[in-house]
């Protein structure tokens, strides 16, 4: 994204994650006037995440993610890497996460759990 000369705000929020629910990676809400992108914290190179999908409700959204571990056949230096993934979330529009982490090459039929949710402000 090409940046102007007119400032935007962003803030950056964690996301209440429980970690008896959701054992992976970090995961943050990076807010900015037009739209909430998801920052996640990969301890390498190697970990690939997506954004699978939103669900609009009637007053809110559900945001569903997937972090998949690096191939086992690489060596990857350890160095955190930021991961940003824009949804088509608004600001203003509370959110819920749910996210999975699966084995490079799982099946993909694995459950999400919500892992959080953010009321906007």
Do not use: H
Request: net charge neutral; charged share 30%; with cysteine.
């Amino acid at each position: 994204m090409l940046g102007g000369c007119a400032a935007s705000k962003i803030e950056t929020r964690e996301w209440r994650v429980s970690d008896a629910i959701y054992s992976g990676p970090r995961i943050d809400l990076v807010v900015s006037d037009d739209v909430k992108t998801i920052r996640v914290e990969s301890p390498s190179p190697g970990w690939d995440v997506t954004l699978d999908g939103t669900e609009r409700r009637a007053d809110s959204r559900r945001l569903f993610i997937t972090l998949r571990r690096p191939n086992p056949q690489f060596v990857y230096p350890t160095v955190v890497v930021d991961q940003l993934v824009r949804t088509n979330s608004p600001p203003s529009e509370p959110a819920t996460l749910f996210a999975r982490v699966l084995e490079y090459g799982a099946n993909t039929d694995a459950a999400y759990r919500r892992v959080a949710e953010r009321d906007p402000g």
